[in-house]
């Protein structure tokens, strides 16, 4: 298995303290930042934008983590800065074109996942596990932060390792994104999850100091 990684989710950021943000996530070696990219007709809001992603580029190395939560994501890969060491995923709900989709990303040289809403069953990898990079499983319905889990995703993630295993992918990594509380990484970790999408539920739960924040959830993730 390898080393648990952390990828901060942005929205759920202080913006205003952006700077300050990004040195302790450099600080406690962040292995990624989680940039939700929502267009309010695939999820019902609307985050960070293509323009604020690229001002972020600039003042930071730590490698980006894009998740598109929009429809036809395979006509607007070239929206964004991608840069090697990169993570990018789709979903797999939100274009007929998900295989094309996953191959515009390869192309750019980067890391292609495919995200899953969590009714979504396993065997539509059955065809596209061996093109991924890795596998986002949502674990609350996308869209909003500060959500309860949806329990039976915890199971999903062990379905979902048992089935990449089993079937010749077990380099596919598996990211968890969505209500990563302490308790529930510790459950995901065991479970067979690789990356960790770190929001309100940890490290940017209120009067939590991010530092400290980051040490317990790398404690439960190692
Ligand atoms: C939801 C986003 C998540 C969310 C995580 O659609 O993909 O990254 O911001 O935040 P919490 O930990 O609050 O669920
Ligand atoms: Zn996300």
Redesign the pocket.
Known sequence: MIKGKISP?M??ADFTELKQTLEVFERCGVEYL?L?I?DGHF?P?ITLGESLIRQIRKITEIPFDY?L?ITDPEMKIDWFDLREGDLMSVHYESTPHVQRAIGKIKDKGVKAGLALNPATPLNVLDYLACDIDFLLL??????????KVVSQTLEKIRDARNYLDGNGNANVMIEV?????YPNAKIMRENGADIF??????I?APSTDLEQGLEALRAVIK
């Open positions: 989710s929205m759920c989680h939700d929502m999820v809001n998740h939560m949502m674990t609350v319905n996308p869209g909003f932060a500060g959500q994104d969505g209500c990563v509380s999408v770190g929001g309100t539920s940890s940017f």
